[in-house]
């Protein structure tokens, strides 16, 4: 699988990590940094992520730094980008199948090496169910549209 990874300094030693176990695994890994352990800011690195995983440059992308937190505010910036916040295997695995998510955010103050692992082979091995959850995860950019009604005021078909 194309993929892409970043972190800032919060996160640089996880995505070492992480990225060595990705090639090992035959992946083939884009990463846009940071590499030192200075400090730097996380939505330099986020947006590099999600600019590759917007323009199909790339099929998912990993973002780590402290919380995982900024990173994922930052990703979900950008055009078709589902980034999601894990710190479990069951939402890794969920949060593809039910929620096509495309990015996922690690907490490298939150969860350990191995944990950090896990959840990246349980995101990138589970597949996305589509049938009632495409029309869900169609309806995230639809809801966010000037157009879409607004629940509990009436009106239109999608209320
Ligand atoms: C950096 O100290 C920290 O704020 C950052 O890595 C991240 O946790 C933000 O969401």
Redesign the pocket.
């Known amino acids: 699988m194309r993929l892409a990874i970043g972190a800032?300094?919060?996160?640089v030693e996880l995505k070492a990590r992480l990225a060595d176990h990705l090639r090992a695994l035959g992946h083939d890994v884009d990463d846009v940094g940071t590499f030192g352990p200075e400090s730097c800011d996380?939505p330099d690195f986020a947006a590099g992520v999600a600019r590759r995983v917007t323009s199909g440059g790339v099929e998912r992308g990993i973002l780590v730094?402290?919380?995982?937190?900024?990173?994922a505010m930052t990703a979900n910036r950008f055009p078709g980008v589902r980034a999601a916040v894990v710190s479990d295997t069951f939402s890794a695995r969920m949060s593809r199948e039910h929620n096509d998510a495309n990015v996922l955010c690690l907490?490298a103050?939150v969860v350990g090496p191995g944990l950090a692992q896990d959840i990246v082979d349980s995101f990138l091995g589970a597949r996305f169910e589509g049938g009632r959850h495409q029309r869900r995860v169609a309806g995230i950019e639809a809801a966010a549209s000037p157009q879409s009604p607004v629940p509990g005021q009436g009106g239109g078909e999608n209320a």
Not at 8 to 11: F, I, K, L, W
């Open positions: 800032d300094h919060g996160g996380y730094c402290g919380t995982g937190q900024g990173m907490g103050r």
